[in-house]
């Protein structure tokens, strides 16, 4: 299961405060586990991953799981699919909690990294520049109805991805750098986009 409109620092990864690394994964970690440890959930699903599992809104009693991750700075609002959980964000980088009390990459774009990919733009987050990050400032115009994602790879080739593509839930739009969102395929190939290619069997 993961937990909606909300995404986490990896297990592995590390972020930095007063000059020295911290192993911000593990608290994001710790907090979660806090948090459910011992008790008894209830969970409504949102959606449904790629690698079928369900993305849902997470409850102990009348606390939000997801909303007190946010809250305590270890985890970000994960404005590509909801923006639930700005509020949460906005009072957690005020108050410099957790992640805002120092400096950190998005983990959307840890994972980029990690895969060897080309990382977007402004992906280090200052804790003394709020909104000029992609975590502070939407970088998408996604609905319940605009789901497909129009990608402009490295190559220059605009190339949409559907939820069912194979990289859908890899694919992060940057809409200052030209890519977009899309409410049907027949809009992604009127306007130049291409279908991604199914993945090899």
Known sequence: MRLFGIDAPEGRQDCRRNGQTWRCGDDARAKLR??????????????????GRSVSVCKNGNTDINAEMVRAGLALAYRRYSNDYVDEENEARNAKRGLWGGEFTPPWDYRRESRGETPRPQQQVPRSAPGSSATTKPTSSSSSSCKIKGNINTKGEKIYHTPESPSYADTVIDERSGERWFCSEAEARAAGWRAANPRPR
């Open 34 to 51: 806090s948090l459910v440890e011992g008790a008894t959930l209830r969970c409504t699903p949102r959606d449904t991953d790629e690698y």
